[in-house]
């Protein structure tokens, strides 16, 4: 049981380039999540799923697309990369609407 | 979602209970309060969450007050591995729209 696994863990863009940051979980949930953490701040809500071939918005979703076709795996796709992308992505899912997250160890993006 | 209110900061000496409040007066009856935890830089970790009545479980109790505007969770022997950012979150059934606010930094000393 792995719980929840981010790849990469580091990764440099540049800008105008795209990418998938890639989230599985072997937990057999049904949410999972994508937040986005800038330095000295909270985790921000950028799109999350209810279950698979289901997702929506969330707080900050400008300039990423998720799709969620098995219930294992939710990835995030930066579609044109921006400086202003530089974060830490964590991805995170959860059994049912009333538990606790559990999170990944997070994807460190900067973007030059 | 409610919005919560935490201190910035506490410190906590090293085997002494760490009481965490968290203010969030415009709950609504359908919201659970949830509590994480974030070490340096490392991924969120769910500690506990509650509707109405008290919860224990092996890493931390949480009071909720009568009225619901008011929360407290207790680690009952702080360590320095405890030295954290606590996040208070308040919610609805669907907590996939979990808020982050910045939470409070919690100092362990020896």
């Known amino acids: 049981n792995a719980g929840v696994t981010q790849t990469p863990k580091f990764q440099v863009l540049k800008t105008g380039q795209s990418m998938t940051l890639q989230c599985a979980q072997d937990?057999?949930?049904?949410?999972m999540s994508w937040y986005r953490q800038d330095p000295g701040m909270g985790l921000r809500l950028i799109h999350y799923s209810v279950g698979a071939g289901i997702t929506d918005q969330g707080e900050v979703p400008n300039g990423y697309n998720v799709s969620r076709s098995t219930t294992e795996d939710f990835p995030l796709r930066l579609l044109s990369a921006a400086p202003s992308q530089t974060s830490v992505y964590f991805c995170?899912?959860?059994?049912?609407?009333?538990?606790?997250?559990?999170f990944g160890s997070g994807t460190r993006l900067t973007v030059v | 979602d409610a919005k919560t209110t935490q201190p910035t900061s506490m410190d906590c000496a090293e085997g002494r209970a760490a009481n965490l409040p968290c203010n969030h007066s415009t709950i609504s009856g359908n919201e659970y309060v949830y509590w994480y935890r974030q070490i340096h830089s490392q991924g969120p970790q769910y500690i506990i969450h509650?509707?109405?009545n008290n919860e224990t479980n092996e890493m931390a109790s949480l009071i909720i007050t009568e009225d619901r505007k008011s929360s407290t969770l207790i680690l009952p022997h702080a360590t320095l591995r405890d030295t954290a950012v606590y996040y208070c979150i308040v919610g609805t059934g669907t907590a996939s729209k979990l808020t982050f606010g910045t939470g409070t930094r919690l100092q362990v000393t020896l």
């Open positions: 995170a899912s959860s059994p049912t609407y009333n538990y606790g997250y559990t």
């Open positions: 509650g509707l109405k």
């Open positions: 937990m057999n949930h049904e949410y």
